[in-house]
Protein backbone atom coordinates (compact mmCIF):
# COMPACT_ATOMS: atom_id res chain seq x y z
CA UNK A 1 0.00 0.00 0.00
CA UNK A 2 0.98 3.75 0.09
CA UNK A 3 3.02 4.96 2.75
CA UNK A 4 5.30 7.44 3.86
CA UNK A 5 8.73 7.35 5.56
CA UNK A 6 10.30 10.94 7.11
CA UNK A 7 13.58 10.78 8.78
CA UNK A 8 13.69 10.18 12.59
CA UNK A 9 13.81 13.52 14.81
CA UNK A 10 14.80 15.49 16.70
CA UNK A 11 16.49 17.58 14.46
CA UNK A 12 18.77 20.22 16.48
CA UNK A 13 19.92 23.32 14.64
CA UNK A 14 21.11 26.82 15.48
CA UNK A 15 19.43 29.80 14.35
CA UNK A 16 20.72 30.73 10.74
CA UNK A 17 21.54 26.78 9.86
CA UNK A 18 20.25 25.04 6.37
CA UNK A 19 17.74 22.69 7.31
CA UNK A 20 16.67 19.46 5.21
CA UNK A 21 14.25 16.96 6.41
CA UNK A 22 13.82 13.98 4.35
CA UNK A 23 10.76 12.66 2.87
CA UNK A 24 10.60 9.07 0.82
CA UNK A 25 7.38 8.15 -0.34
CA UNK A 26 5.60 4.69 -1.98
CA UNK A 27 2.99 4.80 -4.02
CA UNK A 28 0.70 2.88 -6.67
CA UNK A 29 -0.06 5.71 -8.43
CA UNK A 30 0.83 9.32 -9.27
CA UNK A 31 0.07 11.36 -5.64
CA UNK A 32 -0.03 15.10 -4.41
CA UNK A 33 2.76 15.62 -1.87
CA UNK A 34 2.41 17.95 1.29
CA UNK A 35 4.29 19.28 3.87
CA UNK A 36 2.11 20.41 7.32
CA UNK A 37 3.82 21.77 10.16
CA UNK A 38 2.51 21.92 13.53
CA UNK A 39 3.60 24.28 16.34
CA UNK A 40 3.47 23.54 20.18
CA UNK A 41 -0.35 23.34 21.15
CA UNK A 42 -1.92 23.37 17.99
CA UNK A 43 -3.40 21.46 14.85
CA UNK A 44 -1.52 20.97 11.43
CA UNK A 45 -1.15 23.64 8.47
CA UNK A 46 -0.54 23.26 5.62
CA UNK A 47 3.37 24.31 4.99
CA UNK A 48 3.01 23.52 1.32
CA UNK A 49 2.48 21.11 -1.91
CA UNK A 50 3.02 20.02 -5.00
CA UNK A 51 0.55 18.24 -7.16
CA UNK A 52 2.68 16.56 -10.07
CA UNK A 53 6.05 15.72 -10.66
CA UNK A 54 8.66 18.41 -11.15
CA UNK A 55 6.65 20.87 -9.04
CA UNK A 56 8.20 22.70 -6.29
CA UNK A 57 6.02 24.10 -3.28
CA UNK A 58 7.52 26.83 -1.43
CA UNK A 59 6.44 28.88 1.33
CA UNK A 60 7.76 31.37 4.40
CA UNK A 61 11.18 30.07 2.86
CA UNK A 62 10.59 26.66 2.84
CA UNK A 63 10.40 24.74 -0.32
CA UNK A 64 9.95 21.12 -1.68
CA UNK A 65 10.61 19.45 -5.05
CA UNK A 66 8.21 16.57 -6.21
CA UNK A 67 10.97 13.83 -7.30
CA UNK A 68 9.29 11.16 -9.20
CA UNK A 69 12.40 9.09 -10.23
CA UNK A 70 13.74 9.31 -6.63
CA UNK A 71 10.40 9.42 -5.14
CA UNK A 72 10.93 12.08 -2.43
CA UNK A 73 9.73 15.57 -1.38
CA UNK A 74 12.15 16.69 1.08
CA UNK A 75 11.85 20.02 2.85
CA UNK A 76 14.69 22.56 2.82
CA UNK A 77 14.88 25.97 4.24
CA UNK A 78 18.27 28.09 3.83
CA UNK A 79 18.53 30.28 6.69
CA UNK A 80 15.80 28.33 10.20
CA UNK A 81 15.51 30.41 12.98
CA UNK A 82 14.09 29.66 16.25
CA UNK A 83 10.03 30.19 15.69
CA UNK A 84 10.86 27.62 12.81
CA UNK A 85 10.56 24.84 15.86
CA UNK A 86 7.49 22.69 15.28
CA UNK A 87 7.03 19.19 13.89
CA UNK A 88 7.04 18.53 10.34
CA UNK A 89 4.62 15.86 8.91
CA UNK A 90 5.24 14.55 4.73
CA UNK A 91 1.94 13.53 3.48
CA UNK A 92 0.36 12.23 0.11
CA UNK A 93 -2.93 11.91 -1.50
CA UNK A 94 -5.25 11.30 -4.43
CA UNK A 95 -7.77 13.48 -3.73
CA UNK A 96 -10.77 12.35 -5.44
CA UNK A 97 -13.88 11.75 -3.50
CA UNK A 98 -12.56 11.12 -0.29
CA UNK A 99 -9.55 13.07 -0.63
CA UNK A 100 -7.38 11.08 2.47
CA UNK A 101 -4.61 11.93 3.69
CA UNK A 102 -1.62 9.34 4.34
CA UNK A 103 0.98 10.81 6.52
CA UNK A 104 4.84 10.41 7.98
CA UNK A 105 5.45 9.88 11.83
CA UNK A 106 6.41 13.50 11.65
CA UNK A 107 9.87 15.11 12.32
CA UNK A 108 10.83 17.14 15.21
CA UNK A 109 13.00 20.48 14.35
CA UNK A 110 14.46 22.49 17.56
CA UNK A 111 16.30 25.73 16.56
CA UNK A 112 18.27 27.25 19.12
CA UNK A 113 19.58 30.75 19.25
CA UNK B 1 -10.63 31.88 5.68
CA UNK B 2 -11.41 27.74 6.84
CA UNK B 3 -12.07 27.18 10.03
CA UNK B 4 -12.44 23.77 11.77
CA UNK B 5 -13.37 23.80 15.49
CA UNK B 6 -13.02 21.15 17.95
CA UNK B 7 -15.54 21.80 20.56
CA UNK B 8 -13.03 20.24 23.73
CA UNK B 9 -9.56 21.24 23.72
CA UNK B 10 -8.29 19.01 27.13
CA UNK B 11 -10.93 16.57 28.67
CA UNK B 12 -9.47 14.11 31.60
CA UNK B 13 -12.30 10.93 31.52
CA UNK B 14 -12.91 7.72 33.28
CA UNK B 15 -12.61 4.19 32.05
CA UNK B 16 -15.69 2.96 31.12
CA UNK B 17 -17.70 6.92 30.37
CA UNK B 18 -19.14 7.73 26.74
CA UNK B 19 -17.10 10.14 25.34
CA UNK B 20 -17.99 12.64 22.48
CA UNK B 21 -15.71 14.78 20.55
CA UNK B 22 -17.33 17.49 18.37
CA UNK B 23 -16.22 18.91 15.23
CA UNK B 24 -17.07 21.71 13.03
CA UNK B 25 -16.31 22.82 10.10
CA UNK B 26 -17.78 26.44 8.16
CA UNK B 27 -16.50 25.78 4.38
CA UNK B 28 -19.49 23.17 3.44
CA UNK B 29 -16.64 21.09 2.96
CA UNK B 30 -17.88 17.61 1.97
CA UNK B 31 -14.96 14.73 3.33
CA UNK B 32 -14.06 14.85 7.06
CA UNK B 33 -12.18 12.99 9.22
CA UNK B 34 -10.84 12.14 12.48
CA UNK B 35 -6.98 10.96 13.11
CA UNK B 36 -5.33 10.08 16.14
CA UNK B 37 -2.04 11.31 16.58
CA UNK B 38 0.39 9.85 18.90
CA UNK B 39 4.45 10.36 19.50
CA UNK B 40 6.31 8.21 17.20
CA UNK B 41 3.15 6.88 15.09
CA UNK B 42 1.92 10.32 13.58
CA UNK B 43 -1.41 10.72 12.65
CA UNK B 44 -3.61 7.03 11.98
CA UNK B 45 -6.89 7.75 10.15
CA UNK B 46 -9.62 6.83 12.49
CA UNK B 47 -13.14 7.63 10.46
CA UNK B 48 -14.07 9.47 7.46
CA UNK B 49 -17.19 10.64 6.17
CA UNK B 50 -17.52 12.00 2.48
CA UNK B 51 -20.78 12.88 2.81
CA UNK B 52 -23.68 13.43 5.34
CA UNK B 53 -24.67 9.89 6.87
CA UNK B 54 -21.93 8.28 4.93
CA UNK B 55 -18.59 7.20 6.97
CA UNK B 56 -16.11 4.74 6.13
CA UNK B 57 -13.54 3.22 8.52
CA UNK B 58 -10.05 3.75 8.34
CA UNK B 59 -6.70 2.76 9.64
CA UNK B 60 -8.03 2.24 13.62
CA UNK B 61 -11.52 2.14 14.02
CA UNK B 62 -11.45 -0.45 16.95
CA UNK B 63 -13.68 1.24 19.90
CA UNK B 64 -14.60 4.24 17.95
CA UNK B 65 -17.61 5.60 16.16
CA UNK B 66 -18.75 8.42 14.87
CA UNK B 67 -22.09 10.81 13.97
CA UNK B 68 -22.41 13.02 10.63
CA UNK B 69 -25.83 14.08 10.53
CA UNK B 70 -25.12 17.68 9.13
CA UNK B 71 -22.71 18.00 6.25
CA UNK B 72 -21.26 20.92 9.07
CA UNK B 73 -20.47 18.10 11.93
CA UNK B 74 -18.25 15.52 12.55
CA UNK B 75 -18.62 13.82 15.94
CA UNK B 76 -16.22 11.29 16.86
CA UNK B 77 -17.69 8.55 19.81
CA UNK B 78 -15.89 6.20 22.08
CA UNK B 79 -18.39 4.09 23.39
CA UNK B 80 -16.35 2.88 26.32
CA UNK B 81 -13.33 4.84 27.06
CA UNK B 82 -10.35 2.56 27.74
CA UNK B 83 -6.87 4.02 29.07
CA UNK B 84 -5.25 3.19 25.93
CA UNK B 85 -7.69 5.90 23.94
CA UNK B 86 -5.27 7.92 26.04
CA UNK B 87 -4.17 10.66 22.87
CA UNK B 88 -4.56 13.46 21.33
CA UNK B 89 -7.59 13.63 18.49
CA UNK B 90 -7.21 15.94 15.52
CA UNK B 91 -10.46 16.83 12.70
CA UNK B 92 -10.12 17.80 9.13
CA UNK B 93 -11.92 18.52 6.22
CA UNK B 94 -11.64 19.06 2.82
CA UNK B 95 -13.70 19.90 -0.55
CA UNK B 96 -13.94 16.95 -2.77
CA UNK B 97 -10.37 17.08 -5.47
CA UNK B 98 -7.20 16.48 -6.05
CA UNK B 99 -4.47 18.12 -4.61
CA UNK B 100 -7.27 20.43 -2.21
CA UNK B 101 -5.80 21.87 1.02
CA UNK B 102 -6.72 19.18 3.97
CA UNK B 103 -7.92 22.01 7.11
CA UNK B 104 -7.10 20.86 10.82
CA UNK B 105 -8.73 21.79 13.88
CA UNK B 106 -6.98 22.43 16.42
CA UNK B 107 -6.89 19.29 18.40
CA UNK B 108 -8.83 17.94 21.58
CA UNK B 109 -6.38 16.32 23.98
CA UNK B 110 -7.96 13.40 25.97
CA UNK B 111 -6.28 11.17 28.84
CA UNK B 112 -8.55 8.40 30.14
CA UNK B 113 -7.44 7.45 33.76
Known amino acids: GDSVTQMEGPVTLSEEAFLTINCTYT??????LFWYVQYPGEGLQLLLK?????DKGSNKGFEATYRKETTSFHLEKGSVQVSDSAVYFCALNYGGATNKLIFGTGTLLAVQP | DVKVTQSSRYLVKRTGEKVFLECVQD?????MFWYRQDPGLGLRLIYFSYDVKMKEKGDIPEGYSVSREKKERFSLILESASTNQTSMYLCASTPVGRGNTIYFGEGSWLTVV
Open chain 1, 27 to 32: ATGYPS
Open chain 2, 27 to 31: MDHEN
Open chain 1, 50 to 54: ATKAD
